[in-house]
């Protein structure tokens, strides 16, 4: 089955313990994304990478980092966590380009993290 | 940068009553729009998109949207909602790439 799995599904932590949230996906997709969703503000983009060792920053990237070194797996790392990291995070992939059948984001099913 | 606004919040329906979701996007050109759903405790899933041609555009679960250029709207509309409909809707249009701008989405509770 095509789809993207994100870990662990929910996690409670302390504010600065590090943290990693696996991503991968089967379908072979060059495009890599993170979301996170927070109430009110739909769902922002965190960093993308559009293929093997090329990242890039998305809208809100502070207080992460990524990382692509091979094309189906694309962990998000809370190298500090802080209360403001409190939120619901997607992974997504899809093939690159434009047109019919890239841009369409498959999603994982999130990550919703808690830190104290 | 684009933007995608969705005015309503939240919206209550009763079950059989039929459905309107408004959303409105900042874009210059030709805009890549979709909607997804996000039901409790899961992944957003792909309703409908719109490229190009035809601007009423059928997708999964009964739902339909139509582009309106003149009113930079993507409407997301149900005939009869069912009660399984409850979830959140999130209209997003393509900034460039593949990059997805998100409104905030709009809530909908289904009432019996």
């Known amino acids: 089955e095509a789809q993207v799995t994100q870990n662990p599904r929910y996690l409670i932590t302390v504010t600065g313990k590090k943290l990693t949230v696996t991503c991968s996906q089967n379908m072979n997709h060059e495009y890599m994304s993170w979301y996170r969703q927070d109430p009110g503000l739909g769902l922002r983009q965190i960093y993308y990478s559009m293929n093997v060792e090329v990242t890039d920053k998305g809208d809100v990237p502070e207080g992460y980092k990524v990382s692509r070194k091979e094309k189906r797996n694309f962990p998000l790392i809370l190298e500090s966590p802080s209360p403001n990291q409190t939120s619901l995070y997607f992974c997504?992939?899809?093939?690159?380009?434009?047109?019919?059948?890239?841009?369409?984001?498959?999603f994982g099913a999130g990550s919703r993290l808690t830190v104290l | 940068a684009q933007s995608v606004t969705q005015p309503d919040i939240h919206i209550t329906v009763s079950e059989g009553a039929s459905l309107e979701l408004r959303c409105n996007y900042s874009y210059g050109a030709t805009p890549y729009l979709f909607w997804y759903v996000q039901s409790p405790g899961q992944g957003l899933q792909l309703l409908l998109k719109y490229f190009s041609g035809d601007t009423l555009v059928q997708g999964i679960k009964g739902f339909e949207a139509e582009f309106k250029r003149s009113q930079s709207s993507f409407n997301l509309r149900k005939p009869s909602v069912h009660w399984s409909d409850a979830a959140e809707y999130f209209c997003?249009?393509?900034?460039?790439?593949?990059?997805?701008?998100f409104g905030a989405g709009t809530i909908l509770r289904v009432k019996s």
């Open positions: 997504a992939s899809s093939f690159a380009g434009q047109g019919t059948g890239a841009n369409v984001l498959t």
């Open positions: 997003a249009v393509v900034e460039y790439g593949n990059k997805l701008v």
